[in-house]
C-alpha cells in the first residue's frame, strides 16, 4: 500500500482534472495506487465508452500526474 501522503497527491491532481472530464460528460475516480506507484482509476459516464478515453488517460491524466508526481510510473483504467 502507497503512503497516504502520495495517495492524497494523486486525488488532488484527479480532483483538477475532473471538471474537464465533467465538461465532456465523463468522470474519473480514484481506485487505488499500486506498490509499484501505478494509479489505478475508474472512467465513468461518457469517458467509460468514449473511443478516446485511452488517449485522453494517457497524454491528459497520466501526463498531469506525472509532471506534479514523477515518481507515478503509469495511470491505468480498471
Known amino acids: 500500500m502507497?503512503?497516504?501522503e502520495l495517495e492524497?497527491?494523486?486525488k488532488n491532481v484527479i480532483n483538477q482534472l475532473r471538471?474537464?472530464?465533467q465538461a465532456d460528460?465523463?468522470?474519473l475516480k480514484f481506485v487505488e495506487i499500486t506498490d509499484d506507484n501505478v494509479v489505478k482509476v475508474?472512467?465513468?459516464g461518457a469517458?467509460?465508452?468514449c473511443p478516446y478515453s485511452l488517449m485522453t488517460l494517457k497524454d491528459g491524466v497520466e501526463r498531469a500526474?506525472?509532471?506534479v508526481i514523477p515518481e507515478?510510473?503509469?495511470v491505468e483504467r480498471v
Request: proline fraction near 4%; hydrophobic fraction near 30%; include cysteine.
Open 42 to 44: 475508474e472512467l465513468r
Open 72 to 74: 507515478i510510473t503509469s
Open 19 to 21: 471538471p474537464y472530464l
Open 2 to 4: 502507497a503512503d497516504i
Open 47 to 49: 469517458c467509460g465508452s
Open 8 to 10: 492524497n497527491k494523486v
Open 25 to 27: 460528460g465523463g468522470d
Open 65 to 67: 500526474m506525472k509532471e
